[in-house]
């Protein structure tokens, strides 16, 4: 079975950390550019990171910029987002997905070709 499964999430208070895993089962990460992506109650989904097939080139949304870091594993076939000085509005769901080309451009959170979505991990920030 195609799947990602997301882990890591969680409470954690205001200015804490958390390190989110995205383990790929069934297909290989290694021709992929992945995303981390998140989803608010009531909110659009954001794109919140995007790291490319080598891992030579990285993205974060401007929400996210010095406080978040996606990297990559391919022999483990898991991609993490390291999340440091939590803030309530980080709350969401958060969820990966491979881009079908192995690099991140500039349009990479609205990119059709997203896929292989997982059922996405929890995170609250919240004292």
């Known amino acids: 079975q195609v799947q990602f499964v997301e882990s890591g999430g969680g409470l954690v208070q205001p200015g804490g950390s958390l390190r989110l895993s995205c383990a790929a089962s069934?297909?290989?990460?290694?021709?992929?550019?992945i995303g981390w992506f998140r989803q608010a109650p009531g909110k659009e989904r954001e794109g919140v990171s995007c790291?490319?097939?080598?891992?030579?080139?990285?993205d974060y949304a401007d929400s996210v910029k010095g406080r978040f870091t996606i990297s990559r594993d391919n022999a483990k076939n898991t991609v993490y987002l390291q999340m440091n000085s939590l803030k309530p509005e980080d709350t969401a769901d958060y969820y990966c997905?491979?881009?079908?080309?192995?690099?991140?451009?500039?349009?990479?959170?609205?990119?059709?070709?997203?896929?292989?979505w997982g059922k996405g991990t929890l995170v609250t920030v919240s004292e």
């Open positions: 997905a491979i881009l079908r080309r192995p690099f991140c451009g500039s349009n990479w959170s609205n990119y059709y070709g997203l896929d292989y």
């Open positions: 069934g297909f290989t990460l290694d021709y992929y550019a």
């Open positions: 790291i490319s097939r080598s891992a030579g080139s990285t």
